[in-house]
């Protein structure tokens, strides 16, 4: 198995190739699957699974086209998605060019009408917060068996650092306040904490400024 290696300043990053949005979509599924929104976004914990990785599925396919997909290696420990302001909002035309009718088969009825109330929310944070042009953590992901390990450290520090040089801030939200400390590590702070209307799942907005540089 083969992926294209691509440099963002001194570190290598791997870039994910359409090939391969399966075995990350699978690997992504299990690393939310005690997640708080996943939880939300599929009570039923038989369908989970299945429900999540079609859910995965259409998110990397809309960053491979509107964003960066990069990976730790072939073996896929961990995975995160960045986008650029420009392609923050998934309009009806983008949707339909990730596999929009894919990920509503797939997904099923109730779980896409809870996505999609949810994200609005999101969506709506995300504007009010980052007006100016910045870059956007969409999501970060790794395998619960490789957690603890560093991955998630491979994969931000190299974009980090080009957006310092680029000067842009970064912006992310995370429903894990367990992660709220480790984005603090990379420089991010909690600009607004709220629970999603309509359900009892917390989220923490944070954004990073450009030029921290931090270690």
């Known amino acids: 198995m083969r992926v294209m290696e691509v440099l963002a300043d001194s570190s290598v990053l791997h870039r994910l190739k359409k090939e391969h949005i399966g075995s990350a979509a699978e690997m992504l599924a299990r690393a939310f699957w005690q997640d708080s929104k996943m939880d939300y976004f599929v009570p039923d914990e038989g369908n989970r699974l299945k ?16 964003g960066e997909v990069y990976t730790t290696s072939p073996h ?3 995975v995160a998605v960045w986008l650029p302001q420009k392609n923050v909002e998934i309009t009806l035309w983008r949707a339909l060019r ?5 990920f509503r088969k797939g997904v099923g009825k109730e779980a896409l009408e809870r996505i999609l109330s949810f994200s609005d929310y999101l969506d709506t944070l995300h504007r009010r917060h980052m007006p100016g042009p910045h870059h956007y953590l969409f999501f970060i992901g790794v395998d619960p068996t490789c957690q603890g390990k560093g991955y998630a450290s491979r994969l931000i520090r190299p974009v980090l650092a080009r957006l310092d040089g680029e000067g842009l801030p970064c912006y992310l939200v995370t429903q894990n306040e367990q992660n709220v400390a480790l984005y603090e590590h990379y420089g991010f702070r909690v600009i ?16 990073r400024e450009a030029g921290l540089n931090r270690s």
């Open 98 to 102: 990730a596999g929009l009718f894919r």
């Open 192 to 207: 607004e904490k709220s629970l999603i209307p309509g359900t009892e799942v917390e989220s923490w907005a944070m954004v």
């Open 51 to 66: 429900i999540a990785r079609h859910h995965f599925e259409f998110l990397l396919r809309y960053g491979l086209i509107y």
């Open 76 to 78: 896929f420990e961990g």
